[in-house]
């Protein structure tokens, strides 16, 4: 079975500065698609990035990009130059070739944003 | 345009009772994805169409559970005789196909209430 951890419940980070949420998976696929998305309080989930398994390039997208290490089966998320408006809860989630491309989601981590 | 839309937004509902959910999703998307999001979890996959194709329900929780895409855009999903865990907030997610890349649009979700 394929299982998403996130081993940070909270997470807080002073206004401006880098945050990393962690993010560790576990699946025998070899193809697989990885998300992070952002759930602000109007509860609307967000693609924040996705990284392609067969990629080794990590995913950047503006001030958001991914660590992503294959063989740990990590895909950690970093947040330069936190705004305000990035406080919200972050889900990291794994997609399967094989599992009809269900995600399959981490409990999500709260990132609180200090001012 | 517009995005995906749920209503209602937020329901109240006595044990027993059946209540039904409504999807409107992206115009010209062809699959639709419903989850469930209980407090401090992670989404649960309950239930995904395809176009024309058979649903795949496999994450249903219970034959108390189903769900119906009229004309191949918008969607129900009803729980019949609710108990207090399906309290929940019920995501609708659309896509403009199967698989990835393509991303997942998510409507702002219902949040229902058993008492």
């Known amino acids: 079975a394929q299982t998403v951890t996130q081993s940070q419940p909270e997470m807080s980070v002073q206004e401006a500065e880098t945050v990393t949420l962690s993010c560790t998976y576990d699946t025998s696929e070899s193809d697989y698609y990885l998300f992070w998305y952002k759930q602000p309080p109007s509860r609307q989930m967000i693609l924040v990035i996705r990284q392609e398994a067969y990629k080794q390039q990590n995913a950047t997208e503006n001030r958001f990009s991914v660590n992503f290490q294959k063989a740990a089966k990590s895909f950690s998320l970093k947040i330069s130059d936190s705004q305000l408006g990035d406080a919200a809860m972050y889900f990291c989630a794994i997609g399967l070739m094989d599992s009809n491309y269900q995600l399959i989601w981490g409990a999500g981590t709260k990132l609180i944003i200090k001012p | ?115």
Do not use: M
Request: charged share 20%; proline share 5%; hydrophobic share 25%.
């Open chain 2, 1 to 115: 345009g517009a995005g995906v839309s749920q209503s209602p937004s937020n329901k109240v509902t006595e044990k027993g009772k059946d209540v039904e959910l409504r999807c409107d999703p992206i115009s010209g998307h062809t699959a639709l994805y419903w989850y469930r999001q209980s407090l401090g979890q992670g989404l649960e996959f309950l239930i995904y169409f395809q176009g024309n194709s058979a649903p795949d329900k496999s994450g249903l929780p219970s034959d108390r559970f189903s769900a119906e895409r009229t004309g191949g855009s918008v969607s129900t999903l009803t729980i019949q005789r609710t108990q207090q865990e399906d309290s929940a907030v019920y995501l609708c997610a659309s896509s403009f196909s199967r698989g990835f890349p393509y991303e997942q649009y998510f409507g702002p979700g219902t949040r229902l209430t058993v008492t």
